[in-house]
């Protein structure tokens, strides 16, 4: 089966997707979709959509001999410039189907790996992305076009085999040449990194994360809390946000200081997405180990999706395998706007609180007040009626006492300084020896 899609001006998609081994139908379609979104981000045109129904993939052509001959009919009918398959082939998969298609043919982890190298913006998050694309390339070399395999010349550097040596042999030291240099460079942009990272950590302020599934209203959410802020020049500190998967990939870091509430760090990393390629996540580890360091995750779900509870299993997934598991999260439910008042939800008002979760619309700032106060809460844990007093000489800690707790009282002694607050049992365990 298959249903068309034209527009014309950009380079076409034919899209093709197998159900096998009695998938979930709907699971299926919706996995079709986001390939469609996908293929959209990458600045395609999906021209078409193929789907195949199959006990188990085809060993040569991963969707049978009949429906590829069908493929390359509507290839020539349509003048597509690319197939684009919604499962990971092999290499000997892409060369059969390329030979036999006379076209470009890529599988949703090299059509991932297309957007990220179309989205990097810095220098690191370039750096990450080739390295990743060479990863990915370099055991697929055997199966690319024929003419990585023709003879190869017999000067240059990279030569010292001789003449006869095959070009797919230069091509593959050429690419573990270029990955060691890689590594280099992204090793010293790490340590830079870490050292940026522990400078934050020294201070006092507390460390936040967004992280959650692409397109979720990650950046949507860090402009909203910056419009909160009332910081100048609030347009220039802003992220780009726009519907759209993988909008953004470079990491930012801002501080968010809204009015009668303490200042945080915040921070933006990469979208997840299923089955991420393996090679982006090693790639971006140390991009994503913003999360692994931070006091508290904000996970941002789109709960306007029909499959949010599938995308609060892959970002909980993921942080586990970046180590970030055991850090303390607040389920921000965003866009609820658009469920509230549905038939499961109609006693539901927003923005809603309940424990670790908020129910919340990012882009109109319904919620950004309960949020801020839910993060406090979650940061400080449960506050309770402390005294102290404290000497003179420790002026850091009545600095932080002050500023960190609610002042109830504040009286001058010969002693010191009494003060009287609602503070976080984690702060009267911190200064125990000055409590009354």
């Not at 055991?326 to 549905?342: C, S």
């Amino acid at each position: 089966m298959f249903n068309t899609e034209e527009n014309y001006g950009i380079p076409g998609a034919i899209l093709v997707g197998l159900n096998y081994g009695n998938k979930d139908e709907a699971k299926f379609e919706r996995s079709m979709k986001e390939l469609k979104a996908l293929t959209e981000a990458c600045d395609l045109e999906p021209m078409m959509t193929i789907t195949q129904t199959l006990p188990h993939p085809d060993s040569s052509t991963f969707i049978g001999s009949g429906k590829v001959e069908e493929l390359k009919n509507l290839i020539s009918m349509k003048d597509a410039s690319i197939v684009i398959f919604g499962d990971a082939l092999s290499p000997i998969q892409i060369r059969n189907l390329e030979r036999i298609l006379d076209t470009e043919v890529i599988d949703r982890t090299g059509l991932i790996l297309q957007i990220f190298a179309k989205r990097a913006r810095t220098r690191e998050s370039r750096m990450q992305v080739e390295y990743a694309q060479l990863q990915f390339m370099l055991p697929r070399l055997a199966g690319m076009r024929t003419e990585l395999s023709r003879q190869g010349g017999g000067s240059g550097r990279l030569s010292n085999k001789g003449a006869g040596e095959k070009k797919l042999e230069l091509d593959r030291r050429r690419i573990e040449h270029r990955c060691a240099e890689l590594r280099r460079e992204l090793e010293t942009v790490e340590r830079e990194r870490n050292t940026q990272r522990s400078k934050r950590m020294t201070s006092d302020i507390a460390r936040i994360s967004l992280v959650g599934y692409t397109n979720a209203g990650k950046s949507t959410l860090m402009n909203a809390l910056l419009d909160a802020s009332h910081v100048e020049d609030v347009d220039n500190k802003k992220v780009m946000q726009k519907d759209m998967l993988f909008a953004t990939l470079d990491t930012t870091v801002r501080r968010i200081d809204v009015p009668g509430h303490r200042p945080f760090l915040l921070s933006d990393t990469v979208g997840f997405i299923d089955e991420l390629p393996t090679t982006l996540v090693k790639a971006f580890r140390s991009t994503l180990a913003e999360a692994v360091y931070a006091d508290l995750l904000l996970e941002v779900i789109d709960f306007s999706d029909p499959d949010y509870m599938t995308h609060i299993d892959v970002t909980e997934r993921t942080l586990r395998e970046i180590g970030a598991g055991q850090v303390p999260i607040i389920y921000v439910f965003n866009k609820a706007d658009l469920v509230v008042g549905g038939s499961e939800h109609t006693s539901m008002t927003i923005p809603h609180v309940r424990n670790d979760r908020i129910y919340m619309a990012a882009e109109d700032g319904i919620g950004i007040d309960e949020l801020i106060t839910l993060i406090e809460h979650t940061l400080e844990g449960e506050k309770a009626e402390c005294e102290f007093l404290i000497p003179y000489s420790d002026g850091a800690a009545l600095h932080e006492i002050t500023n960190r707790s609610d002042v109830l009282e504040t009286e001058y002694l010969e002693e010191g300084t009494r003060v009287l607050a609602n503070c976080s049992k984690k702060m009267a365990m911190r200064y125990i020896k000055y409590a009354i």
